[in-house]
């Protein structure tokens, strides 16, 4: 247990949906990283947040969108989905910024169908 | 878009024997660092290595950066079949500008028992 939590592990939509994955980071991390994990595009980041603040973005679609809450748990909302949003989403967490190591979740694989 | 870039990208070893990853990245930087997946699963924070740092050791780990060429290399001494794993490296941007890490696309590790 790396004590990033990710729910679900597995979810399986349609094409159009929406659907939204959690993430409570590491006790005492104030940085949430989200990123997305697909065969043909590696690791590519989405978003940042620190202490509930967007601090940045990366590649992340107008149909997603993430939040940081007070207790500094995140939600990345993915809508209208299509069948090229299947991947594994990673959330991960730091105290800081990057001169820190990262500590990731274990993942929700979404498969849309 | 991604900064580092492994290679090989898959590599197949016996027990025993060393495993070495290099990886080459584009940008200046304020640290390297290297991670492990296991199939499916979430990546583990392996070492950090600072822009000021040519070599740093972490158990049966040993890793170099040349900055002045731009690469590092992530050696892996006497492998166990318990090493069999995606290999990535990410670069923190010098000044932490965009304040995220960029992964590279990993390197494929089987150690043979």
């Known amino acids: 247990d790396s004590g990033v939590t990710q729910t679900p592990k597995h979810l399986i939509t349609a094409t159009g949906q929406r659907v939204t994955l959690r993430c409570s980071p590491r006790?005492?991390?104030?940085?949430v990283y989200w990123y997305q994990q697909s065969l043909d595009q590696g690791l590519q980041f989405l978003i940042q947040y620190y202490n509930g603040e967007e601090r940045a973005k990366g590649n992340i679609l107008e149909r997603f969108s993430a939040q940081q809450f007070p207790d500094l748990h995140s939600e990345l909302n993915l809508s209208s989905l299509e069948l090229g949003d299947s991947a594994l989403y990673f959330c991960?967490?730091?105290?800081?910024?990057?001169?820190?190591?990262?500590?990731f979740g274990s993942g929700t694989r979404l498969t849309v169908v | 878009s991604q900064q580092g870039e492994e290679d090989p990208q898959a590599l197949s070893i016996q027990e025993g024997e060393n495993a070495t990853m290099n990886c080459s990245y584009k940008t200046s930087i304020n640290n390297l660092q290297w991670y492990r997946q296991n199939s499916g699963r979430g990546l583990v924070h392996l070492i950090l290595?600072?822009?000021?740092?040519r070599e740093k050791h972490s158990g049966r780990l040993r890793v170099t950066l040349d900055t002045s060429k731009k690469s590092s290399s992530l050696l892996i001494t006497a492998s166990r079949a318990a090493d069999t794993a995606s290999y990535f490296c990410?670069?923190?941007?010098?000044?932490?500008?965009?304040?995220?890490?960029?992964f590279g696309g990993g390197t494929r590790l089987m150690v043979k028992p």
């Open positions: 990410a670069t923190a941007p010098f000044n932490n500008a965009g304040n995220m890490l960029t």
């Open positions: 006790s005492g991390d104030l940085s």
């Open positions: 991960a967490s730091s105290p800081g910024g990057t001169a820190y190591g990262y500590t």
């Open positions: 290595i600072r822009s000021n740092e």
